[in-house]
């Protein structure tokens, strides 16, 4: 293969190093009115009135808009629509958006949100999931305070747990995390000459915000064109409106340029988290380390408003068993509504909570039962043909086995030989391992893509992809299949991205999709163009359309490549027959609901494997953690392009770290980076990324997904090491400072040497 | 919100229109403290003088057995500068580790004092030092011991239209001296506790000891029960658990019980412990 399997350049990426690329907050019109937004500083409140007189009076504000301004339907969401744009009748948490102003310049904007003068009546205010299930707690909607309930039952939990050699019980508890994007929400946009509302936004997901703005507006689909801006990450935070319904119903009403930018701290405010969670689990094994039974209760806090707050728990459930064959499971998972930010994608919906559940429970059984952690996993580990909690039957397609036997030779060096050397007093070594496994596209329900692709009057080939490139290098790879399919370089193409006046439909950026779903659809649509060019050639040429190949721009006899006709002589040629050279091509992942009561069915066409070792040096003295050496190994199918996968690791590690040690969102605290840490250059430990590619028969040249799967082991490797290393455990997440140190105190170290000892 | 913003030419000019400007007029150095101040609306209407290019706050000299050091030394200048290596080893470990190079690029000494963050880097540092604070205004000039200075957490005890320009340290050439850190993450972490440590050992035994704990108490401050407690000894690595195990009470008994006391006592043994391991007779 030509183009698969090479790490060409990241498609973009010069104009971005140039400084060139057009983010949300760069406008290239004269002159666009500031758009800012009066937030809701309650957590629950409901609104008696709310007075723009005294802020319309300052004569740089142009006009402020409430909720009686939307003149289509005031209520968003990606999955349950129980959000309004701007609140009408009450507030459900801090930051909500209440009035919308609009400014000839940033000071007035200021200066009209500070004077809209609203009239609160507080409510009570819940904080945890506990409370807001509680039978007397107010309800926060008016169905109450459960979102979903998601159930996976299988088997006979019951009879495992009595014929067990063991069980291990343990609750876990992980943070509301932050994206922490590079890029804040931005966007802006303008009416065109035809009068369609054209909003140009950082955004993982074109096509959904333009149906829910033109639903907000009560205006028609086509009359709103939603484009992508170069956007700075997303990780699931910019698969919700942000900016764009409120760009598009200014431009409703004024007519005229706008734009909005959130600043880092409303980004923090106002934006999804990941869902906070507390995981009950219990896993009972045989003496031989096979896995009997698994029970969970997973609560997810899903904040204010539901976003993707059912997927993030339907997931969590499908996953909790991990990677691992598991006869008799029962999982109950339910998101609740609480006054808390709003909780929805972030980078694994749901799955690195679980993780940190099923992966520590692994190494708990492991050291209990006096099995090497690597071995346990091995026995356990889903293979070709496994049935998982769902009953679906796996395909061929699962490399787990292979991506626990390329981390074994490093978990071995490290276990024997690194774990012994010599380190500085009262620090201690440990290694731990994290497997996972993800389900790639949404869960149980249909997600289409479709990609054009046309050979234009000129001879040229342009693809037209929606799926948003938010930095994780989709249109890298789906260009790369585009030229292996039609023996195109990528530089000879040209590719329109994410921009709902042009490109078709391809669904979020999110889920690990794109690859698999996105290419699936674009190899389907190069065909049909390949088919009919080489068709047409042989019409031309007289030669059988068997001979012919499509090389280098042009269809070429294989037998006499001196033969040939290039793509723009096609053209020509078609456009004089009036043959169409413009193709779709359609992709929907196989897949059944699953059960309501049971969970059962068929969630993913195809499921993404990996497993990763940490080595972690801890301070036993401060409880300060060093990582020293993360190897990733994931099964991804087919690396269309390597280095965009190791990139992907790569990056996924860092989120790890952070999720692992520090990262943690206090509703109400936390405000900025400023509380808020990330891990720097200077916390990254060495990583080794190993591909695994286990081909996926249904993917496009054996693809899944990796975009998630990357951060998904690391925290629970992490984890694990740090209990290795200490010989006691961290149940919650982030294992902070105090968290850790109090873990070494418990495990009874500092161990003294000589000369006497702590008191 | 900034009102407006003068760079003048030289100290006196400086002086002379901070004087003139207050309560407005707000020195701004490096900025890396004030800016996210201003950023949080915390400072009300203000007029920045710029004073980061002032030479006269940027000496750094040996005179008389005693170590000058202008304010206006940003961070990286007090890192590279060999004459501090030598004599101020404890303010270069210090200063090479606030923040990221970034903001050790553009952040002062002077600032990191003025700002008096019961956090900074250079605080325990100058303390272990035994810094004294030479500050001017457009009325005349005072010296003061840095402790005097320290009101409590951001409430450097400065006069109104009065800037830091140097401080004077004692000479610690061939002296030990280390300063530990620990925070959040490896950079741009505010440090949850710091420990200076500068030491002279004499046939053996520690002859000289200053230890400054810093994130511990309002306001960094030497920890003398724990110096004490190590003088003239040649310690042992129990006797370093005592010393540490004393700090950490004389930090208790200044703050208070607080939420964070659980950690940072322990922590601050530990941290002890493992700053001071080099001054073990064994070196080990």
Partial sequence: MEWIGRSIPRIGAQTRARGKALFGGDVPLEGPLILKLLRSPRPHARILSINTERAMKNDGVEAIFTAKDIPGRNLIGLITKDQPLLAHDKVRFVGEPVALVAARDEESAIRGVEEVEVVYEDLPAIFTPDEALDPGAVPIHEKGNLLHRRVVVKGDVEDALSRAHLVVERTYSTPFLEHACLEPDAGWGYVDKDGTLVIVASTQNPHYDQREVAELLGVEKERVRVIQAATGGGFGSKLDLTVQGFIGLALYHLRRPVKLTLSREEVFLATPKRHAMKIWMRTAARRDGRLLALEAKIICDTGAYSSYGVAVATRAAVHATGPYEIENVRVESLAVYTNNPIAGAMRGFGVPQVAFAHESQMDILAESLGIDPLEIRRINAMRPESVTATGQVLGESVGLLEALDAVEPHYREAMEEWKKGPRRPYTARGVGLGAMWYGIGNTGVRNPSTVKVQLDERGRVVLYIGAADMGQGSTTVLVQMASETLGISPEEMEVVIADTGLTPDAGASSASRQTYISGNALVRACRKL???????????????????????????????????????????????????????GHFDPETTPLDPSTGQGIPYATYSFACQMAQVEVDLLTGQVEVRRIVAAHDVGKAINPKGVVGQIRGGVAMGVGFALMEEFLPGSTRSFKDYHIPTAADMPEVIPII????????????KGVGEPALIPTAPAILNAIADALGERIYALPATLERVCEASIRAGWPKMGKGGGPR | MVRGYSRPRSLDEALEMLARLTPRALPIAGGTDLLVDLREGRLGECHLVDISRLEELKVLEKRSGKIRVGAGLTFSEVERSGLLRECAPVLVKASSQVGSLQIRNVGTIGGNVAHCSPAADTIPALLVHRARVVLRSSNGSREVALEALLGGPYKALLAPGELITEFVLEDASHMWGEFSKIGRRRELAIARLSLAALARKEDGRIGELYLALGAGTPVPRRMESAERALLGKRPQEGDLWEAGWLMAQEMVSVSGPRPSTHYKEKAACGLLVRTLLPLLEDGS
Wanted: hydrophobic share 35%; charged share 30%.
């Fill in chain 1, 692 to 703: 695994v590619e286990s081909s996926e028969p249904t993917g496009p040249f054996g693809a």
């Fill in chain 1, 530 to 584: 390949s088919e009919t060019l080489l068709e047409e050639a042989s019409r031309l040429m007289g030669l059988p359309r068997g001979e012919l190949v499509l090389r280098g721009g042009n269809v070429v006899s294989k037998e006499k490549p001196e033969r040939r006709v290039s793509l723009a002589e096609l053209a020509a040629l078609a456009k004089e027959r009036g043959v169409s050279l413009e193709f779709e």
